[in-house]
């Protein structure tokens, strides 16, 4: 064998080696670390050297985030080599803070006031057609590092718009008549207000808006709406109902538009007040709670009477009732109720008992005979025994 077959066999060797393992370096890299902006787009083979563009053994792993401003890594890999591409996302560096601009026809207009103050430092292209002299819409174009931002701007003239062409406002109420324009500037100060309204008296009145020839006018109308109470003061029973409403108006007692704020305890004696709320009108009804005394309940009894008697003696009765209570007694004999002295009404002592003491007659048949005892609203019989 000769020296160049040899030499040959050496390079076909080398070869077969290479294809079957690859090769043994690492990735090259364009750079191992590059910045770049949230929104921006990236593609890894960009960074790759151009002996790897094309290689397929190339296995890429991406982790940036490019809606994400941080630290980021892209790894390059063959056979059992890796190479890092470093990424840093940095912050949006056009931040608009405005999206759809109005403005007024013949209003400077500096589109450098719509980015962030952070952002102003940044070398950011403006591209601005907006032409404060001409109403349209607009499209302003900022532009850095590639990425771009738009910002919609409409010009136009200023108009009266009147949110509605009448109102009805409380007596004593405030009244502001630019809260009834609307339209792109309610505020503008090309529009002048004539207004004549008194809300301390009730009337008509007319509200003139003014804008060069043009005119719009306003009805206002000042009424009492304030909530009408038929009492201002009451007093009700500790214990009883009590709805706040029943002392509306009837006309009033459906307004939904009427705040009540009740704190009336029906159940503790005291003075509360209860208020009836109509835009800025407060009503106020006071209310007293009267404590309720509890009555002890008794029974009307006979205690003692003197009987058996006998005909021409004298008999005595004694009821227990309630002290200082007046208490009336009829004895029914056969002949009718008797009419003896003694058996007049009396009233009871402190400790709520009550006597009669009485002759019975010495014709008076023998027998049971009725005696009843009213008084207080309670009733009480019983019956002596003549002999």
């Not at 990236?42 to 790897?52: A, G, K, R, T, V």
């Not at 009765?317 to 002949?335: F, L, P, R």
């Not at 402190?350 to 027998?367: I, Y």
């Amino acid at each position: 064998m000769n020296k160049y077959t040899h030499h040959t066999k050496i390079i076909l060797v080398s070869l077969l080696i290479f294809s079957l393992y690859g090769c043994t370096t690492s990735v090259k890299l364009l750079e191992n670390e590059i910045e770049i902006y949230e929104g921006q787009t990236i593609n890894p083979h960009d960074y790759l050297s151009e002996d790897y563009k094309d290689d397929s053994n190339v296995i890429i792993e991406n982790k940036v985030n490019t809606a994400k401003a941080g630290d980021y890594e892209i790894i390059y890999k063959i056979k059992d080599k890796e190479t890092v591409l470093k990424v840093k996302v940095l912050s949006d560096p056009i931040t608009i803070n405005a999206e759809n601009l109005v403005i007024e026809l013949g209003t400077p207009f500096n589109p450098k006031d719509y980015i962030s103050n952070e952002d102003k430092a940044n070398d950011i292209l403006i591209t601005n057609n907006v032409d404060i002299n001409k109403h349209g819409e607009y499209i302003v174009i900022y532009s850095f590092a590639g990425l771009e931002k738009e910002l919609k701007v409409s010009v136009k003239e200023v108009e009266i718009v009147l949110n509605q062409s009448s109102v009805e406002i409380n007596l004593g109420s405030t009244f502001d008549p630019r809260t009834y324009l609307s339209g792109a500037f309610p505020l503008s100060t090309k529009i002048t207000i004539d207004n004549p309204v008194d809300t301390s008296k009730i009337g008509k009145y007319n509200v003139k808006y003014l804008l060069g020839s043009e005119s719009k006018t306003l009805s206002v109308t000042v009424k009492d709406v304030s909530p009408i109470l038929i009492s201002t003061s009451i007093s009700i029973k500790q214990g009883s109902v009590f709805n706040p409403v029943n002392y509306l108006i009837e006309s009033d007692r459906t307004n939904a538009s009427i705040e009540i704020d009740n704190n009336v305890d029906v159940n503790t004696p005291g003075t509360y007040s209860v208020t009836y709320t109509l835009d800025t009108v407060v009503k106020t009804l006071n209310v007293t709670v009267t404590k309720v005394e509890v009555v002890a309940s008794y029974t009307l009894k006979v205690i003692s009477l003197t009987s058996p008697i006998s005909a021409g003696s004298y008999a005595t009765i004694v009821v227990q009732g309630k002290a200082d209570k007046e208490y009336s007694i009829a004895v029914y004999y056969k002949s009718g109720a008797s009419t003896a002295a003694g058996l007049e009404d009396m009233v009871a002592d402190s400790s709520g008992q009550v006597s009669w003491t009485w002759k019975v007659g010495t014709r008076t048949t023998p027998g049971s005979w009725k005696i009843v005892i009213t008084g207080d609203g309670k009733t009480t019989s019983t019956y002596i025994k003549v002999t």
